[in-house]
């Protein structure tokens, strides 16, 4: 396997473009679009929100059919709060893309981010849409990456290339940030597109199951958006048959995942003020899931967060975080550490050299080992660290 | 009722001391003493954490003799993650305070707050222990209040009388930071005293029901300490015998939830950073579980917090919380008021006037009303907002 450029357009058979559509009072670009040569089987998960932005509620809908040809995404408008108007407004939208396309509106999917609680300006988007669709292109891919971003700084994209089933195959990828909801935008959206032939039922629990290990596992805030939403077009093109059980599907699986977790990785290191990252692995828990809520924890956790953001060893707050989770275990075999070095053995805590433990939290990715001692469960989750511009990103300029 | 001076040492037969002992380095008070007259009814809440701090492990155990004629607590240190030997530290000291008293030493409770993973200076601290004892006095209520706080702005204390079974009785305690796990310390200590007679079952369950209703209502940045603990002393000096059932014990009840409710208040108030308060209420959940998860999720979403410090209004970030947490309801139903004002009609945003709005979030107490209409369960959390003050105190200057 190895890494490519193309980014959701490095499969066969996609195209994309993006372009500013009006939404957004910066003139960034806001509007996206990833078009398939043919209809693909597709698949997406959705936020656990009870509060659903429209388009969520009608690609979710759209998705029983298990097939799509085209997404479209706007950035700097949420589309959530918005009542029977703003379903009207996201299915105009679609409606208008889908004829310039020539598509079955069902075809196309929809997802927005951004504010909460406000209108799309649907007449001024509806006049880009030509622009938008003459844009596609197989090179406009970082375009498309570009154009659902909010208050991320980085473009994010990610493909990989393997042979499958005996053919050159490629997953490729475009996310955005995050449990950030950054002045007031809302939230993770990510697209997903394969040349690989994968049949839905398979296509659906591949990619449940890579979410759950890749952008599940990561926390900026632990906000849970209205949003958030990942999308999986597989256009079959490369020739390459993807069965369940076969070596193939373990290959794809092993692709789609690697793609995803670089995305993943990438909403991270890009929280909103984050100066650096933090990888939390758990084991010795009673079971997995055990190992996974004391890792969300400890993630989760402010004290631990801003002890991230200065450098500041303080592995107490670590155990206080493991020991508020539903994990049980023996307090009296708790091990922790940082970068490798010891810090909590058998519930005590060592004394360490404070400048050699400060260096070690000043690198750009810390990594805490926590050890329960209680079972043989394992569990993870990236973070990064809280930061004063955190809260003066989100505490300001929302209006 | 009427809210009366003396802190923990309102009630008849209750004394208090505080001074430095040698265990900050900033030589401020960090030795607390609270001692009654003759042996009391006592009982005591403590840390749901798993790993706990030495002295809440003695004190649990001590208080299941339902007796208890002194508490101890010192700050800065938080005696936790010391093994053996921050047991034997303890100890120690308990037992150097129970013989300066001519006290049993089972009848000392410990309480300590600070730095985790730290040792007691205890030949330090053993040398202050006869000036801590000589420094008893009915009016030394506020050093002993002083003396327990780590980053706490205020001394916080709070006492009440009226007239139960006939006799003027008080209820009267001191308090400090909670949710707050500061430069590395640890937590929300309070001491309640009574000079009502109250039997020891009634004592425990109305200190239980009282501690569920005002502190664990409060929240600063979500996270639980290891150090956690709500110690209630009933002398019964007052002649006031409160038995279950009675008036007596409806009003007693009234006096203890007021004080502690009045301490919880003053904690959120002194919040690490927080400039201001909000209260969030809930109505309308299945039930009144649902009804404070709900409550808890918005109390503890930085995007809420963050918009109260940024005065800056954004109800899709409350309804995004809502909508993540276990409460069932119809988003379709879904309102949400800030300061009495509506801004989310039917899971509709509404257009307001910024401007006015702003001038609501600028308030010392903020109010969110949230109505799901799924049924008649209430639920309230107090919180403060999130500041870049926070992470500047926690983020640095531990070590």
């Given at each position: 396997m190895r890494w490519v450029s193309?980014?959701?357009?490095?499969?066969?058979?996609?195209r994309a473009s993006g372009i500013h559509a009006g939404i957004k009072r910066s003139r960034k670009p806001d509007l996206s679009l990833v078009m398939a040569d043919g209809r693909c089987a597709a698949a997406g998960v959705f936020t656990l929100n009870r509060v659903l932005a429209a388009p969520v509620v009608i690609s979710r809908q759209r998705l029983r059919a298990g097939a799509a040809q085209a997404v479209l995404i706007n950035s700097g408008c949420a589309n959530c709060l918005t009542g029977a108007a703003g379903s009207r407004d996201?299915?105009?939208?679609?409606?208008?893309?889908?004829?310039?396309?020539?598509?079955?509106?069902?075809?196309?999917?929809?997802?927005?981010?951004?504010?909460?609680?406000?209108?799309?300006?649907?007449?001024?988007?509806l006049r880009r849409v030509p622009v938008l669709v003459q844009?596609?292109?197989?090179?406009?891919?970082?375009?498309?990456?570009?154009?659902?971003?909010?208050?991320?700084?980085?473009?994010?994209?990610?493909a990989v290339e393997a042979r499958v089933d005996g053919q050159p195959c490629r997953v490729g990828g475009m996310a955005k940030g995050a449990g950030m909801i950054a002045p007031s935008m809302a939230t993770m959206l990510c697209v997903i597109t394969t040349d690989a032939a994968v049949p839905l039922p398979l296509l659906r629990s591949l990619l449940r199951?890579?979410?759950e290990r890749t952008f599940n596992r990561v926390s900026i805030d632990g906000d849970m958006s209205t949003n958030d939403t990942v999308f999986a077009l597989a256009s079959g093109?490369?020739?390459?048959?993807?069965?369940?059980?076969?070596?193939?599907?373990?290959?794809?699986?092993?692709?789609?995942?690697?793609?995803?977790?670089?995305?993943?990785?990438?909403?991270?290191?890009?929280?909103?003020?984050?100066?650096?990252?933090?990888?939390?692995?758990?084991?010795?828990?009673r079971s997995p899931r055990e190992a996974q809520a004391a890792a969300r924890q400890v993630a989760f956790s402010p004290l631990v967060k801003t002890m991230l953001a200065g450098s500041d060893p303080n592995p107490g707050r670590i155990a206080a975080a493991v020991g508020a989770s539903p994990a049980r275990f023996n307090p009296a075999r708790l091990?922790?550490?940082?970068?490798?070095?010891?810090?909590?053995?058998?519930?005590?805590?060592?004394?360490?050299?404070?400048?050699?433990?400060?260096?070690?939290?000043?690198?750009?990715?810390?990594?805490?080992?926590?050890?329960?001692?209680?079972?043989?469960?394992?569990?993870?989750?990236?973070?990064?660290?809280?930061?004063?511009?955190?809260v003066r990103i989100n505490a300001g300029y929302a209006t």
């Open positions: 193309g980014g959701v357009a490095a499969a066969h058979g996609f996201a299915l105009a939208l679609g409606r208008a893309v889908a004829s310039a396309l020539g598509l079955a509106e069902e075809d196309v999917l929809l997802g927005s981010t951004g504010m909460i609680g406000r209108r799309l300006p649907v007449a001024t988007v844009q596609l292109s197989r090179s406009h891919h970082e375009a498309a990456a570009q154009a659902i971003l909010t208050t991320d700084l980085q473009v994010k994209e990610a199951r890579a979410v093109l490369s020739g390459a048959r993807v069965r369940p059980g076969t070596a193939a599907a373990a290959r794809f699986e092993h692709m789609l995942e690697a793609v995803c977790d670089r995305l993943a990785h990438d909403i991270v290191r890009d929280g909103e003020g984050a100066t650096k990252m933090m990888t939390v692995r758990v084991r010795g828990a091990d922790i550490r940082i970068g490798g070095h010891r810090l909590v053995s058998r519930g005590v805590a060592l004394s360490v050299d404070g400048a050699a433990l400060r260096r070690l939290l000043s690198r750009p990715d810390v990594r805490v080992d926590i050890d329960l001692h209680a079972g043989t469960g394992e569990g993870l989750m990236r973070t990064c660290d809280l930061t004063a511009e955190y």
